[in-house]
T-cell receptor, first 111, second 111 residues
Framework: GAGVSQSPSNKVTEKGKDVELRCDPI?????LYWYRQSLGQGLEFLIY????????KSGLPSDRFSAERTGGSVSTLTIQRTQQEDSAVYLC?????????FGQGTRLTVV | DAKTTQPPSMDCAEGRAANLPCNHS???????VYWYRQIHSQGPQYIIH???NNETNEMASLIITEDRKSSTLILPHATLRDTAVYYC????????????FGTGTRLQVFP
């Protein structure tokens, strides 16, 4: 595609339910990032995939958060047993070398 | 462990030049300076990057001091649409390390 695509654009879920957020990066981009942005806050790094290397998971806030990247392309961020503090915009970015390109994000609301 | 320091906010009159400073006193020899911006409710957008020479593109100019310990992003003729949070990042120009955003500078362009 022309850019990074994220789905869904909005997700409302009940506390305690699991959610999956999807990211389709730009074709050929080897690096993929997930970030979280709470209302009025900065970009919080979550996880980073680079090629076939082991992902850098150092930003995941708890073991309820996990992410996969299948076939070096599409990535899914999974949040288990969602909590209200998980409410935020989740942003995905992909990069080949110098520039990172961001999707428009998934706005997650936990009620 | 932020590698950059930016003022939290700045104002600029429409049509005037916006000069956004960034300190990166611990930058290493192989690290580039990158600038991104995030307009409200959108994903961050790449603006420009440089190593040691001044750079210019259709969006902005980047001035890097000779000792590379600081830089300035210049928007030559700011418009209301340039109101955004501007992030200065230093990193090597490959994907061997994650892309971390600091708190940035919130630029408000006023009529």
């Amino acid at each position: 595609g022309a850019g990074v695509s994220q789905s869904p654009s909005n997700k409302v879920t009940e506390k305690g339910k699991d959610v999956e957020l999807r990211c389709d990066p730009i074709s050929g981009h080897t690096a993929l990032y997930w970030y979280r942005q709470s209302l009025g806050q900065g970009l919080e790094f979550l996880i980073y995939f680079q090629g076939n290397s082991a992902p850098d998971k150092s930003g995941l806030p708890s073991d309820r958060f996990s992410a996969e990247r299948t076939g070096g392309s599409v990535s899914t961020l999974t949040i288990q047993r969602t909590q209200q503090e998980d409410s935020a915009v989740y942003l995905c970015a992909s990069s080949l070398s110098l520039k990172a390109f961001f999707g428009q994000g998934t706005r997650l609301t936990v009620v | 462990d932020a590698k950059t320091t930016q003022p939290p906010s700045m104002d600029c009159a429409e049509g005037r030049a916006a000069n956004l400073p960034c300190n990166h006193s611990t930058i290493s020899g192989n690290e580039y300076v990158y600038w991104y911006r995030q307009i409200h409710s959108q994903g961050p957008q790449y603006i420009i990057h440089g190593l040691k020479n001044n750079e210019t593109n259709e969006m902005a100019s980047l001035i890097i001091t000779e000792d590379r310990k600081s830089s300035t992003l210049i928007l030559p003729h700011a418009t209301l649409r340039d109101t955004a949070v501007y992030y200065c990042i230093v990193r090597v120009p490959d994907n061997t390390d994650k892309l971390i955003f600091g708190t940035g500078t919130r630029l408000q362009v006023f009529p």
